[in-house]
């Protein structure tokens, strides 16, 4: 029995020296030797690598490629969506469109906060007045569509843009606050006002100081002992935003579900299901429809005690069958606003991995001192366009606009040959200006000048570069609208009754959701 005890004690005793060991073992640089996080070793810290938690109200979408484009017979006559491969990455996407209970949150948190500036709760109001129609009694729906409680789970509609990504913006600053009140660092501050609210920006810049409880310990040893939490934390989260046209085609198909594990697509899909139907054929649910549209001229919703979508405007935001992403109404009930700014034609060999038409690159304002400008009147870090001067020595881009870049127009064209002949020689092309705008005038003859001023281009056509693409079918559109790969357009700060949005958000490291 004392052999026995004695054994046990000192297997006891080297398990606790094998763990005081491991405990007081430091991360390593597998470069340098140097320990991270030891405050002795100059204090760089390390944070522990963990994948990105899904946001909430949101769906990991596992990216990957597909073939983007239009599936349904061209009976339009538009080559704006020619079938092309492309790749998206793995993103995060709502399974549902925005609805009106979440706008009137946000309306209610701007209406409450900037009470000095009640015209920007004003500039976010939905449009009530999109739902009348000369010849429709539409006045239920424009006096209590938004705000009667029985609509509270149906999409927000009325909504520009514009308005759209303000409410991103506004959801991102609230999901990063809340994080740093779940991980103790902040306080619910409640009664924040004005400039003194919390925005993402403002924290990360050293502008919001809010309800601290308890700041992070900084461990380099000239620092006063703690600090701010930064983006290398973990802590905080990417920003929302719209998603880009190709992430909304590529998310709404569901290829998830008909893809082989040999990375074979069992079946193009015209919808975001499989089949030419939109009926679906399972036994418990038989004939019912999958989607909120307008069967034909006069049919919204069916005939009494046999309706086919069973509504006659939008339909409550999960009413449906998801598709195989777990995404809701990604074929009727609303369209929806993507990112993109809409052009006719894109040579199908750009952007073949995330292609995307709207980056204008941008840039925080500095003060005299070179620190960043003071925080606007609304707590917000103001940005700028970078410059030309900006990018002098940066070869894949140099101005901050790219909307216009390879969109088929005569400038665009003539911007191109000069910087494809800038790469061949690497040398600057040496013209009165370092502006590109000049640069594209001088490489132009008389000729050209005459001919883009007859045409005033940009003046006469409905395409600029404030008009965005819109995706998806609505409740107010026939069954070709509910293919994926159908685009419309329309101008960034136009409200209607037939689009609303869903969010989308980036996906740090990992492309797969590890388990």
Request: proline share 4%; glycine share 8%.
């Amino acid at each position: 029995m004392k052999i026995t005890a004695t054994i046990t004690k000192s297997v006891l005793s080297l398990a606790v020296v094998f763990l005081l060991l491991s405990c007081s073992s430091k991360k390593k640089s597998d470069r340098t030797g140097w320990n991270y996080d030891d405050s002795k070793w100059g204090g760089f810290e390390s944070a522990k690598n963990v994948e990105q938690q899904t946001p909430p109200g949101m769906v990991f979408i596992e990216g990957g490629a597909f073939i983007m484009g239009r599936t349904t017979d061209n009976v339009r006559y538009e080559w704006d969506n020619t079938p092309r491969r492309v790749t998206v990455s793995s993103f995060y996407m709502d399974e549902c469109e925005i609805t009106n209970i979440n706008y009137r949150e946000f309306l209610y948190w701007i209406q409450r906060v900037y009470t000095d500036y009640p015209e920007y709760y004003d500039s976010n109001l939905p449009d009530t007045l999109v739902w009348r129609s000369k010849l429709t009694y539409n006045e239920p729906m424009v006096e209590y569509y938004f705000r009667y409680p029985s609509w509270s789970n149906y999409p927000v509609v009325g909504v520009s843009w514009v308005q759209a990504n303000n409410y991103c913006d506004w959801r991102t600053d609230r999901l990063n606050e809340k994080a740093l009140i779940d991980a103790g660092v902040l306080e619910i501050d409640p009664d924040q006002q004005g400039d003194n609210v919390f925005t993402t920006d403002a924290y990360l810049a050293g502008q919001y100081e809010g309800y601290v409880k308890k700041d992070l310990p900084d461990l380099n040893p000239n620092s006063e002992g703690v600090r701010k939490v930064t983006m290398s934390d973990g802590i905080l989260y990417p920003k929302f935003r719209l998603p880009t046209e190709a992430e909304w085609e590529y998310a709404a198909l569901g290829l998830l579900g008909n893809t082989t594990k040999e990375g074979r697509i069992l079946e193009r899909r015209i919808y975001p299901w499989n089949g030419h139907v939109v009926r679906t054929d399972q036994k418990k649910y038989y004939g019912e429809m999958l989607a909120n549209f307008k069967r034909s001229r006069g049919d919204a919703m069916g005939v009494a005690s046999a309706l086919n979508d069973h509504w006659e405007y939008t339909a409550p935001v999960n009413y449906y069958f998801p598709n195989d992403y777990g995404l809701y109404n990604m074929a009727g009930n609303v369209a929806e606003w993507v990112m993109d700014v809409y052009r006719p034609n894109t040579p199908e060999d750009a952007g073949d991995v995330n292609p995307y038409r709207g980056n204008v690159y941008v840039t925080r304002v500095l003060d005299s001192d070179g620190m960043v400008a003071e925080k606007d009147s609304l707590g917000r870090i103001t940005y700028r366009e970078v410059t030309v001067e900006d990018n002098i020595n940066r070869r894949n881009y140099r101005q901050g606009d790219n909307i216009n870049y390879l969109d088929g127009d005569l400038a665009s064209q003539l911007t191109d040959v000069w910087k494809n002949d800038a790469d061949e020689e690497e040398e600057s092309y040496e013209g009165t200006s370092d502006d590109e705008e000049n640069i594209v005038a001088n490489a132009m003859t008389p000729g050209d000048i005459e001919t883009a001023a007859m045409y005033d281009y940009g003046i006469s056509s409905m395409v600029s570069n404030k008009v965005r693409v819109v995706k998806g079918g609505s409740w107010k559109d026939k069954a070709l609208y509910l293919s994926p790969g159908e685009k419309r357009y329309l101008p960034q700060d136009q409200r209607t009754e037939w689009v609303g949005f869903r969010c989308a958000m980036d996906r740090m490291g990992s492309r797969e959701m590890r388990k």
